[in-house]
């Protein structure tokens, strides 16, 4: 497992993003066109794991930033692919740290350390029940890698971090007066 550099895997914007399309890049192998082009505008990061390269790519909106994952085997065929993010959120692609033999930790929405945990031979998955909440798929019922991770709840405009937590959680002095009572 290794992280690839820009002259091993690139990518070229083909398309911007549209009213009714998203932006489009076209893969670069050793700086040479593929003719493969995937949805995303911006290449974050690409890893080599057993044959197989994983390429990470972000759409450039802002305030609606999605997270695209995408597996591809030794000849650039799509073997897997998911998506993070959801209406009205955004993240931004940082931390992401190697853990080998087989795992990729990331940051990208939620406060949530998210992990892609690649898979040597596919596994069965339910759709729309098999991910985390904040990630989609096409509908298939095998995957290639996992998504792991358990986002929060995004913070209320103008609240701060110790409102938020105090809105979600029951305060001693609550639980408190209730014991009182009874």
């Keep these: 497992m290794r992280l690839l550099s820009n002259s091993e895997f ?9 009213d009714t ?14 003719g493969v082009v995937v949805d995303g505008a911006i290449l ?5 794991w057993q044959d197989c390269r994983i390429a990470f790519f972000t759409d450039d909106i802002p305030f609606e930033d999605m997270l695209r994952i995408y597996m591809f085997d030794a000849n650039l065929a799509l073997l897997d692919a998911a998506v993070l993010g959801g209406m009205y959120s955004t ?8 853990q080998p033999p087989n795992t990729l930790a990331f940051r990208f929405f939620a406060g949530t350390v998210w992990r892609a945990v690649l898979l ?3 596994e069965f998955a339910l759709p729309f029940l098999s991910d985390p909440r904040g990630v989609s798929r096409t509908f298939k ?3 290639h890698f996992r998504i792991e991770g358990e986002p929060l709840p995004e913070s209320l405009p103008g609240a701060s971090d110790s409102a938020e937590t105090a809105r979600r959680q029951p305060t001693a002095s609550a639980s408190h007066r209730a014991s009182r009572k009874s």
């Design 120 to 122: 040597a031979e596919r």
């Design 21 to 34: 399309a998203l932006a489009s890049s076209e893969l670069l192998v050793d700086g040479k066109p593929t």
């Design 44 to 48: 974050e990061a690409a890893v080599d």
């Design 10 to 18: 690139a990518a070229r914007l083909v398309s911007h993003n549209t």
């Design 141 to 143: 019922f095998f995957r």
């Design 91 to 98: 993240g931004a692609f940082t931390d992401l740290h190697l």
